[in-house]
Nanobody, 113 residues
Framework: QVQLVESGGGLVQTGGSLRLSCAASTRISNTMGWYRQAPGKQRELVAKITRGRRPDYADSVKGRFTISRDNVKNMVFLQMDSLKSEDAAIYYC?????????WGQGTQVTVSS
């Protein structure tokens, strides 16, 4: 069973930056990514990255967020710049491999104006 542990959430002003981190308990050979869910709204894909391929981003964050991974340390990161109020949500780390998917517990991102 794979466990994902997120960190880096917090309170930031509009226009500020945060860097989220996620550590997996074992190697993920395929895909890792980030989802987010605001109160009363559907969970949505923010970004994902697959080994050997360029990352994908939601249109709402493209140009502002950057996803990266460290395969040696089994970690994935989300650098969030130029944050907007609309980015406030709980962010969940996601991993998929060998026909299974895994979720982190979520980390809160709050954006104040």
């Amino acid at each position: 069973q794979v466990q994902l542990v997120e960190s880096g959430g917090g309170l930031v002003q509009t226009g500020g930056s945060l860097r989220l981190s996620c550590a997996a308990s074992t190697r993920i050979s395929n895909t890792m990514g980030w989802y987010r869910q605001a109160p009363g709204k559907q969970r949505e894909l923010v970004a994902k990255i697959t080994r050997g391929r360029r990352p994908d981003y939601a249109d709402s964050v493209k140009g502002r967020f950057t996803i990266s991974r460290d395969n040696v340390k089994n970690m994935v990161f989300l650098q969030m710049d130029s944050l907007k109020s609309e980015d406030a949500a709980i962010y969940y780390c996601y991993a998929w491999d060998a026909g299974y998917d895994y979720w982190g517990q979520g980390t809160q991102v709050t954006v104040s104006s």
